[in-house]
């Protein structure tokens, strides 16, 4: 008989607890040389759960038992092969249709008769009931947990250590918690985080502050002696808020909260107040995400300031401003322009001797795209079904987020790609027009042709004698 085997992990957790790949394939081969089962191919999903079907080799699987390659199906056991109800019985009706048998290596299954077809059914519809209902209950019993003051687990945050499942202050890291509370009602999170990292403070992964860790920090009420949960979701990759957490006073002897209740409460209603009265301006500022400075690496970001005269525009180097690492001073826009311009003469004399590649085409491109769709749905459904952490998932999707962003915007070049003559009249149509385009139009015209702007500052401004900055495009490199 002609028989194929499918094999199927979900993490290498599996693999330690005797499901790996290959005690799979052992076992598998093993079985069907005691039945005399001739095996001509072998499936294998690595990495893929069992929640649906939409796996590579299930799929080619599906395709390979309408082509009648095969007389039977064989595997480790039938969570390898599925988990849903719905699923099954739509494999069941497939291979009856082709009339291919299914067998597991380790459980009494098989679909050689009425009556083994009705047992494996009811056994998957048990399987997934208690799958659902474990689920119910960790959650429930997570909930009771925190409703109770005990953590649901989770690393220490900044300002503890975990010793024995109990937090226990890092003096240390503590006086930092504390100086950011306390601090915080006289400055901005970016200038905290500026401070800090002058001061030599590192986050608990050895990183320089930002102003996000720093109102992260703020934001937690284990500092105030509270525990909280259910506060977000991450429903389909998405972080939202729920709207029914719970916060309750932790249940620890012996636990140190490093501020109070009522200055947390003030805090947040502080954080709250300035989030509102923040400026949401949607202007375009044509060298954000493209200018960095080359003193410290980082990008410059636009931003602006009301005047007698008017509105001044300005690039601001992140390094300096976020985290207190550089000290190149702001930098007039229109000084920045000048130099652009400048930068596209050198730009346009450089064209004519080495053109501008794609290397991708854009078929390729959206091959990728559609890899990274798959994956990321994948690592959502092993978060879900708990077979990775919340952790690994987290890194894994903003690894999947850097790698989109790379991918659009090389698929938006290959989808603007000039000749080199082209290319060089749409420099000096830009050259010729910038006086009269909009800020939204400067911006596109820019991020069209330029990937990066390294900006070194010759010299500084001088407010007072009404002088300007000098500076210098010393490097770039094109879309």
């Not at 109800?85 to 009856?96: F, W």
């Not at 290319?423 to 990937?451: C, G, M, N």
Request: glycine residues 6%; contains cysteine; positive net charge.
């Amino acid at each position: 008989m002609r028989c194929v085997i499918y094999r199927r992990v979900s993490t290498d957790m599996q693999a330690e607890e005797g499901f790996s790949l290959e005690a799979q394939r052992l076992r598998l081969q093993a079985y069907a040389e005691s039945q005399g089962w001739n095996i001509v191919d072998d499936y294998c999903d690595e990495g893929f759960s069992a929640k649906n079907i939409d796996r590579p080799e299930m799929q080619r699987l599906i395709k390979d038992i309408k082509k009648k390659k095969f007389d039977v199906i064989l595997v480790y056991r039938l969570d390898r092969f599925v988990r849903s109800v719905v699923d099954l019985h739509e494999m069941l009706q497939l291979m009856e249709k082709y009339d291919v048998k299914f067998k597991s290596a380790t459980e009494v299954f098989d679909t050689t008769s009425a009556t083994g077809r009705l047992f494996i059914t009811l056994i998957a519809t048990l399987a997934q009931w208690e799958r659902e209902t474990i689920a119910e209950r960790v959650h429930l019993g997570m909930t009771k947990k925190a409703e109770q003051g005990e953590r649901n687990g989770a690393p220490a945050p900044y300002g503890y250590d975990l010793v024995d499942g109990n937090l226990i202050v890092n003096k240390d890291e503590a006086k930092w918690v504390k100086y950011i509370f306390e601090r915080y009602g006289a400055v901005g999170s970016q200038t905290l985080a500026k401070e800090l990292n002058q001061k030599g403070s590192r986050t608990k992964k050895g990183k320089a502050w930002s102003d996000f860790s720093v109102r992260y920090v703020l934001r937690n009420p284990i500092y105030a002696g509270l525990v909280r949960w259910n506060y977000e979701t991450f429903s389909t990759g998405i972080r939202k808020k729920t709207g029914e957490e719970i916060l309750t006073p932790i249940n620890q002897e012996g636990f140190v909260p490093l501020v109070k209740v009522e200055d947390f409460k003030d805090i947040q209603k502080l954080m709250a107040s300035r989030s509102t009265q923040a400026f949401r301006s949607n202007n375009f500022y044509p060298f954000s995400g493209v200018a960095k400075c080359e003193k410290c690496g980082y990008p410059f970001t636009g931003a602006f300031k009301k005047t007698k005269n008017g509105m001044r525009r300005f690039y601001k180097c992140r390094g300096r401003f976020a985290f207190g690492t550089c000290d190149t001073q702001i930098i007039a826009e229109d000084v920045i322009e000048d130099a652009f311009l400048d930068a596209l003469e050198l730009a346009e004399s450089e064209l004519g001797v080495e053109p501008s590649k794609q290397t991708l085409q854009p078929e390729e491109i959206q091959k990728q795209l559609d890899r990274l769709k798959l994956k990321k749905e994948r690592a959502e459904e092993l978060y879900l079904e708990g077979d990775i952490s919340k952790d690994r998932y987290t890194k894994i999707i903003e690894e999947i987020k850097q790698e989109e962003e790379r991918l659009y915007s090389a698929l938006d070049a290959a989808n603007k790609t000039f000749s080199v003559e082209q290319l060089k009249q749409y420099i000096r149509d830009i050259k010729t027009e910038w006086p009269h385009f909009s800020y939204e139009t400067k911006k596109q015209a820019v991020h069209s042709l330029f990937d990066t702007l390294t900006i070194r500052l010759l010299e500084k401004a001088d407010p007072g004698k009404r002088k300007k900055a000098r500076i210098k495009i010393v490097d770039y490199k094109l879309i």
